[in-house]
């Protein structure tokens, strides 16, 4: 994979870090010091990515749907499977509230979109995602992606059986296609194309330690050659030894201690020097971003209890409702996940931040859903409709919208036959992009066609986008999709083929499902 080139002037900031370790220690001192401050470019303008992983493998044909008369035939025949149909209903069933909670019937009929290009057919979100149907027919911040997934080469059904055409490593894999969706290599991969973003555009930024954020786990994705992530908490900063009181063992004298002997380096030792800089940089990031965020129960983020103190998991901004028991709410995590990262891009214009350029990573997970489908897939898709929806209302309380675009990724798709109570692997699966930014309301890319089973096996000959058991081979490439973003972000052409590998082998590098910058 091309290595990338940093900025001139990260480069000599790096190098001269690198002169005063000597050069036996250049390759780790190269690394480690990119968690120092950069010299802030001159940027006028703020823009931040947002990644949501829904790990284990969304099953997206029970997300978005194809609802003319042939797909929507084949998609009930093929997952209404005994013992449990996984099939959704159709538009305009009413909701059956004495049916078994979780089920489709208990759920109502699925819930009409109208995009613009609706490609001679008529679709359909989860009947979980009224949010997200508002949000993609009205709001139009909401635009779909049909059938994405990891791709070398444009590959056809026919390309897809040879052995000589080239395809990704391990596919089906659950680790190594949350790599590949991550990073363009199974797993062992140690740079990430959000991470290799972040390191053509950290010099925008005052200190590049807030370049590269997760709240949702260690991910591949932000990881850079220069960068390297930044973890927070649903809380906020990480604190290295003390508490929020400065203390250890309940003594702030223990704990200043403490701080001091991290920070000392005694004789000449090169691991032992760059890992107290690190340290010292780690409390000096904690300090900062913790003076520059505002709390959580700022009207902006939160709601403020009427007493006590603060608590995410009840705060009814933070909850959605149950859609196997209305009139029930639950913590919703992910939303929780993203109220941090509205808080930290609220502080990305405070002076001891000075972020212009950030890629932030969250996380859901519960996806694989080989079995009980049906009721945990439908808290999956109100979770996931319920924090996309409290995101875009925060951005814009914060008057954010055009400045943030969240996207959906995950390991793969899932099968269009039933195992009987759920679904396995698979490889293409849809994807939204959301921010006001986004041209929403309409489909980029070409939505799959939904054919037959062959009736002597699992193949599906009617359908020039299915695989064995249904799987969709994906026609728009995770590069396509990340290209597109990056171009708005602000990376060049050339940068665009350093980030994305396999670019150069599609015509279309920019799917238009972003205005301009």
Not at 20 to 37: E, F, V
Not at 381 to 403: Q, V
Request: with cysteine.
């Amino acid at each position: 994979m091309k290595k990338i080139d940093a900025s001139r002037r990260m480069f000599l900031r790096h190098a001269g870090v690198m002169s005063t370790l000597g050069a036996a220690g250049a390759p780790l001192a190269l690394n480690l010091s990119a968690l120092g401050t950069a010299a802030a470019q001159t940027a006028g303008d703020y823009k931040a990515i947002v990644c949501i992983f829904l790990f284990g493998g969304n099953d997206s044909i029970n997300m978005v749907l194809p609802t003319d008369t042939a797909s929507f035939t084949n998609y009930t025949t093929l997952r209404s499977q005994a013992p449990d149909s996984i099939a959704l209903l159709a538009p305009g069933t009413a909701v059956n509230a004495g049916a078994a909670a979780g089920s489709p019937a208990r759920l109502g009929g699925v819930l009409p979109i109208t995009p613009a290009n609706a490609q001679g057919r008529s679709f359909a979100l989860h009947p979980a995602m009224g949010a997200l149907q508002t949000m993609f027919d009205t709001d139009r911040r909401l635009a779909i992606l049909p059938n994405v997934g990891p791709l070398i080469l444009p590959t056809s059904k026919t390309q897809y059986s040879q052995s000589s055409h080239r395809k990704p490593a391990s596919l089906f894999s659950h680790n190594d296609q949350q790599n590949t969706w991550q990073a363009f290599l199974p797993e062992g991969a140690t740079v990430g194309w959000g991470g290799r973003m972040g390191d053509l555009l950290a010099s925008m930024n005052q200190r590049t330690v807030f370049t590269s954020i997760t709240a949702g786990g260690n991910a591949v994705w932000l990881s850079g050659q220069d960068v390297r992530q930044y973890q927070v908490t649903n809380n906020g900063a990480i604190r290295l030894g003390t508490n929020a009181s400065g203390q250890v063992y309940g003594s702030a004298a223990v704990g200043a201690a403490m701080e001091r002997i991290v920070q000392t380096t005694r004789g000449g030792h090169v691991l032992e020097a760059d890992l107290s800089a690190v340290s010292a940089r780690s409390m000096q990031a904690e300090s900062l971003l913790r003076n520059a965020l505002k709390p959580a129960s700022d009207p902006l983020f939160g709601t403020a209890p009427a007493t006590g103190n603060y608590s995410a998991t009840n705060d009814p901004k933070l909850r959605y409702t149950d859609p196997n028991n209305p009139g029930t709410t639950i913590a919703n995590n992910l939303a929780q996940q993203l109220q941090i990262v509205a808080r930290m891009i609220d502080a990305s214009g405070n002076a001891s931040i000075g972020a212009k350029r950030q890629v932030f990573f969250v996380s859901m997970g519960g996806f694989d859903t080989h079995d009980v489908q049906n009721g945990n897939h439908a808290q999956l898709m109100a979770r996931l409709s319920h924090a996309l929806r409290y995101f875009d209302d925060t951005l814009g309380a914060m008057g954010a919208r055009d400045r943030v675009t969240t996207f959906t990724a995950s390991d793969f798709g899932r099968t269009f036959t039933s195992n009987g109570d759920g679904t396995d692997h698979g490889w293409g699966a849809h994807h939204f992009v959301m921010g006001g930014a986004v041209r929403g309301g309409d489909l980029y890319g070409s939505f799959p066609v939904y054919g037959a089973k062959n009736t002597n096996n699992n193949n599906f000959d009617s359908s020039p986008d299915q695989l064995g058991n249904g799987s969709l081979l994906p026609t728009t490439s995770v590069d396509q999709l990340g290209a597109t973003l990056g171009k708005w972000f602000g990376l060049s052409d050339t940068q665009l083929l350093d980030v994305f590998p396999n670019l150069a082998n599609f015509s279309a590098r920019d799917l238009g499902f972003m205005n301009p910058a």
